[in-house]
């Protein structure tokens, strides 16, 4: 019922920044909170930001400092500003959506840091 879309991943060098973006369309009628959640290569999926509907954010440990989660409601998307990426930042980093209960996930953009 609610599609999310991911863009903005890509290959970067260690050091570098990208900005991922997250747009959910279809039925949308209140989404309570976004986050983005990371999965390295053979490994499982964690969380790396959420962001309420209100503005509240949590980070995990190893991207506090570096990344930045924001939302902007009357465009239904979320956004992911990394800076200073590691080459563990590697993997393919998924958007989430909570609406009325009910979890969305995205189709994951892949983000690439060269050492």
């Known amino acids: 019922q609610v599609q999310l879309v991911e863009s903005g991943g890509g290959l970067v060098q260690a050091g570098g920044s990208l900005r991922l973006s997250c747009t959910a369309s279809?039925?949308?009628?209140?989404?309570?909170?976004m986050g983005w959640y990371h999965q390295a290569p053979g490994k499982q999926r964690e969380s790396v930001a959420i962001i309420t509907m209100f503005g509240s954010t949590n980070y995990a440990d190893s991207v506090k400092g570096r990344f930045t989660i924001s939302r902007d409601n009357a465009k239904n998307t979320v956004y992911l500003q990394m800076s200073s990426l590691k080459p563990e930042d590697t993997g393919v980093y998924y958007c989430?959506?909570?609406?009325?209960?009910?979890?969305?996930w995205g189709q994951g953009t892949q983000v690439t840091v060269s050492s």
């Open positions: 279809g039925s949308i009628l209140s989404i309570d909170t």
């Open positions: 989430n959506a909570i609406q009325r209960r009910s979890n969305y």
